[in-house]
DNA sequence: AATTGTAATTGCAACGTTGCATCACATGTG
DNA sequence: CACATGTGATGCAACGTTGCAATTACAATT
């Protein structure tokens, strides 16, 4: 139809399909498609009905650089990746679960990782000067988290894996550590404890001072011995186990133990089962369990599930209603722990 | 100093650093400042370290989008995430690994996770359709990996995490499988092992294959009785469990075993141990490590390493390099296994 | 004084998109 | 008939960047 080619570089086999292709294709003007395929609804039936057949038959996909430079959006989400092994497969759950929660959206997913412990706000200084993405997902939120804190004050779209204690509102999804602890606890005087121990690492993080007021808690409403064995997080798998067997051989042994890590679960049963300990019978522990490996390993130990890839999903669609402008208080939501009891 | 603002939205508090902002405060033009900022040789000096004191001075970073609509490079490098669960932490170590190497460069990480097995071409697809990326890293390739070979006939520059049998040349970096499995044949042989087994998952890579020949090719060397138990990729982690626990009573029990995968290991040991079986004793067993839980687990038992996160690093510089032109064939790494064995 | 040569700088168009302001045209109203 | 109204469609500028073609500045040569 059209004589005269205008700019085109055929000679790259086919070029790329943009607004103008398909007005070249209709006849239309190029703002007259670019309409049409926002849905103007000032057009024409016939007109948009064109518009989108041709966009169909050449399988045009708008140019994300182009709507970038226009809009400012760049229908991305950031995930900043902590570093910490707690948690067997943490990182793959949670991708996999934003990544599910994202098909069919116009997002793509970048991940950042993260070295130095997470005290630090250089990546999320980094996303806001670049902008980088239109909104952030962080995980082993502090209480009170300077990242937290700056995505407030440069009120920028953000959905932190974990509460603070800001006044501020922001939007989460958490995992109910409270009731976690307070389920290990009421399992443990059920089957009889009398003296249990809480194995716990990381105190910089939220969760560890919602564990340990419930677990005291919980275990003063039971009437229980209940000690806390805390720093463990600057252990080493080796020296995490020593612990176990140190606790195996004290005279002071514990009859439960919760705890919070897998990485540490397995290390501290390595080390009370080296001890002589048989785990389920002289000592009884709750661990929770994020994986499915320690399932595996051990599959007649109590368990309290969360669940990594729904976490991912729920806080990438809390996420993104927040980039479309849902107030913050808003978009909060806990997850129930899932107790997997082993034996009646 | 400047008289009349331009466009300037100064609603918004502060206007982002352009090159525009720059101009205007050096005096220099727009297109003086672009070049200078891309090292033009044919600037005074002077002109040069006006501009990048004022783009150093104001912070200037250079807008992805403008970029990229204008030379077509997007600066980001996309990691196809395989859903396998066999290496435990594989992902947080691979993306780890990527981004502790794209520090400093301009490049950013966008991860995809796959679902259905790796079988399928949509993900490379759509990237090389949108455009997502300037480069793609893909893992657990197979032989003729349909991936591989769309992205080859595409010229689009990738690097596969695993060798293929395609004869034209390709990006790669990879596990040397054969030195592997002769490594634990040769360990086992060492210690007396008259019948060996392979206990192997995924048929559908070329490790796969690579790793069952120089078993079965170091077994015949050495002189000893070698068997596979294939197609154990299908199985639960609970159906593994049985697999070790029938071994363990068979009348024909293998005296060694070489695991490719931290999963099964820890089921088949489960399940051997479950079964009376003492590891070290009765049967020697060698896996393939990746994950450092594994040794905290099983500190006593011998495993050959490999490198996970030292493989994303090396896979980004070698992408990096394909995007920058560099010939495939001048792009092909093998990593060497890492043995750790644990008594004499 | 005019010309040439070289070094240094700049204008312009383009990448693909969006949204506002405008326009063409047919239909209605006084 | 002049004018307003409404319906559809379009022109234009801008987002930030780059690379080429063109321009300027200025010294050196004729």
């Not at 949670?94 to 991940?111: C, E, F, K, N, S």
Request: neutral net charge; hydrophobic residues 35%; contains cysteine.
């Amino acid at each position: 139809m059209s004589s005269k080619t205008t700019t085109n570089n055929m000679a790259s086999g086919k070029r790329r399909v943009t607004l103008k292709t398909i007005a070249e294709m209709t006849g239309l003007s190029l703002s007259t498609v670019s309409l049409s395929l926002r849905g103007g609804t000032t057009l024409k039936q016939e007109t948009r009905d064109k518009v989108n057949e041709a966009a169909k038959a050449l399988g045009y996909v708008p140019d994300r650089a182009g709507v970038r430079l226009r809009t400012g959006k760049t229908n991305v989400i950031a995930l900043v990746l902590d570093g910490s092994e707690d948690s067997i497969d943490f990182a793959r759950s949670m991708i996999q679960g934003i990544g599910h929660a994202i098909q069919g959206t116009r997002y793509h997913l970048t991940v950042i990782p993260e070295f130095e412990r997470h005290l630090s706000t250089d990546t999320i200084n980094y996303i806001l000067s670049n902008r980088t993405a239109d909104g952030v997902i962080i995980t082993h939120t502090g209480p009170r988290d300077p990242r937290v804190q700056m995505m407030i004050d440069a009120d920028f779209p953000f959905v932190s894996h974990g509460r603070t204690e800001f006044y501020t509102p922001h939007a989460y999804h958490d995992f109910h550590s409270e009731d976690f602890a307070a389920l290990a606890v009421r399992r443990l005087a059920g089957k009889g404890c009398r003296d249990i121990m809480l194995v716990i690492g990381d105190d910089s993080t939220t969760n560890y001072h919602n564990i340990v007021t419930s677990f005291r808690k919980e275990a003063a409403r039971a009437g229980i011995e209940a000690r806390v064995l805390e720093g463990t997080v600057k252990l080493s798998p080796a020296e995490m186990r020593s612990v176990g067997m140190e606790l195996a051989a004290a005279g002071d042994r514990p009859d439960g133990i919760v705890c919070d890590s897998e990485m540490r679960t397995i290390a501290l049963v390595g080390g009370l089962t080296e001890g002589g300990v048989t785990l389920g019978r002289e000592v009884q522990l709750i661990y929770k369990q994020t994986s499915g490996i320690l399932p595996t390993l051990f599959p007649q130990m109590d368990s309290i599930r969360e669940d990594v890839f729904a976490a991912g999903g729920e806080l990438t669609r809390l996420l993104i209603r927040r980039i479309d402008g849902v107030a913050a208080q808003d978009l909060q939501t806990l997850a129930e722990p899932q107790p997997h009891w082993r034996s009646g």
